[in-house]
Each structure stands twice: as structure tokens, then as C-alpha cells.
């Protein structure tokens, strides 16, 4: 079975801090990664998606991919009361199936 | 937008019943999926399909079966609900690509067995 490891645990920032969140993964053929956010009693919703490595941006979201080192992670800039939730990394199998991080609960603090 | 809607936000059942879940995507998806969400263990695929009146077994499958008989509907059924399938149920669907592509979730259905 796939594995995507999402270790850290609760991730506490400041309000206007930068919140980094990291994903590792056990296939190294896997071709798509996620990730997505979900308020307490909510369902998962998309954020970003990254397909090759390097950086891609999005408003104050920046999802960085490293196939070489299986990992892939999340830059939250300018953090808001409003990033509060629990982030899901998700990495494709090749056969339109996702595997879930159990996710990371990130709290930010005005 | 997509669009995925399940049949129901709560639902309380009693031991032994039969229970359907449905869930319906607008956006003319191939893929559909049912998970369940405990904490702790995160999201676990139960059941999937990739079109019409087919399916395919997830990571949990026991106690559980499924229904795909039109492309935008696909039920979970539990056969005799047990209270350890007290738990949050999330459908998904995503479009069939050359690459894998992003699920988009339903409300969920927060189902609780007693």
C-alpha cells in the first residue's frame, strides 16, 4: 500500500507568519500531487495541485514538489485566522486513485 | 463548479439496519469514490468506480458494498450496520485523464450507529 507521511504535529504560527507543512511519499512513480484543506466538521477542499518539481504559486500559497526526495510540501505566507484547519497532502498511484496524508492541524494566532 | 452532493448531512441508524448512503456529481465524472473519515486514521478508501456498473474495492471494504448504476450516482450500502461504522462518510469524484486528476468532495454524511 502507498504511503504519504505527514509527521509534524499541530503547527501553531502567528497571525502574518509563513506556515510550512511537509508531505513524504513512498512511490516514486507517482505523478500527481494535492493538497487540501479542511475546516473542523467539513470536507476536504482542493487548494493547490503540483505536477513537476520546483515551485508553483498561488495567491499566498506556494506548493514546492522534489521527486528526487519523495517530498512535497506547503508554504502558507501571510498566515490569517481563516488558515486554521487541517491540511491533507495526497499523492496519485497511477490508477486515478489518491492516497491521504493523515493530514496536519495548523492553528494560527491573531 | 463541481458539484457532489450526498443524501444526507446526519443520520442515525440502529444496530442490524440496512443503510444507503447515495451521492450524486454534476460534472460528468468517470471516477467515483466513498471513504470514511475516523480521526486518527484519516481518510480510507472504502469502495471505487470508474464507470457505470463497475466498481472496485478500496483498503476497507468489509460490511460495505456499492451500487453505480447511472455515471453521476453511486450508493454505499451497509448491509447490517455495526457500531464501529459509526463514523464521517465523504464521496468524491474526479475526472478519468492521462494523469491523475484532483477529487472533489461531497458535505459528507455523518452516520452514527447506536
Known amino acids: 500500500q502507498k504511503e504519504v507521511e505527514q509527521n509534524s504535529g499541530p503547527l501553531s504560527v502567528p497571525e502574518g507568519a509563513i506556515a510550512s507543512l511537509n508531505c513524504t511519499y513512498s512511490d516514486r512513480g507517482s505523478q500527481s500531487f494535492f493538497w487540501y484543506r479542511q475546516y473542523s466538521g467539513k470536507s476536504p477542499e482542493l487548494i493547490m495541485f503540483?505536477?513537476?518539481?520546483g515551485d508553483k504559486e498561488d495567491g499566498r500559497f506556494t506548493a514546492q514538489l522534489n521527486k528526487a526526495s519523495q517530498y512535497v510540501s506547503l508554504l502558507i505566507r501571510d498566515s490569517q485566522p481563516s488558515d486554521s484547519a487541517t491540511y491533507l497532502c495526497?499523492?496519485?498511484?497511477?490508477?486515478?486513485?489518491?492516497?491521504f496524508g493523515k493530514g496536519n492541524q495548523v492553528v494560527v494566532i491573531p | 463548479d463541481v458539484k457532489v452532493t450526498q443524501s444526507s448531512r446526519y443520520l442515525v441508524k440502529r444496530t442490524g439496519e440496512k443503510v444507503f448512503l447515495e451521492c450524486v456529481q454534476d460534472m460528468d465524472h468517470e471516477n467515483m469514490f466513498w471513504y470514511r473519515q475516523d480521526p486518527g486514521l484519516g481518510l480510507r478508501l472504502i469502495y471505487f468506480s470508474y464507470d457505470v456498473k463497475m466498481k472496485e474495492k478500496g483498503d476497507i471494504p468489509e460490511g460495505y458494498s456499492v451500487s453505480r448504476e447511472k455515471k453521476e450516482r453511486f450508493s454505499l450500502i451497509l448491509e447490517s450496520a455495526s457500531t464501529n461504522q459509526t463514523s464521517m462518510y465523504l464521496c468524491a469524484s474526479s475526472l478519468k485523464w492521462l494523469r491523475d486528476r484532483e477529487q472533489y468532495f461531497g458535505p459528507g454524511t455523518r452516520l452514527t450507529v447506536t
Open positions: 495526497a499523492v496519485s498511484d497511477g490508477n486515478n486513485r489518491l492516497a
Open positions: 503540483i505536477y513537476s518539481n
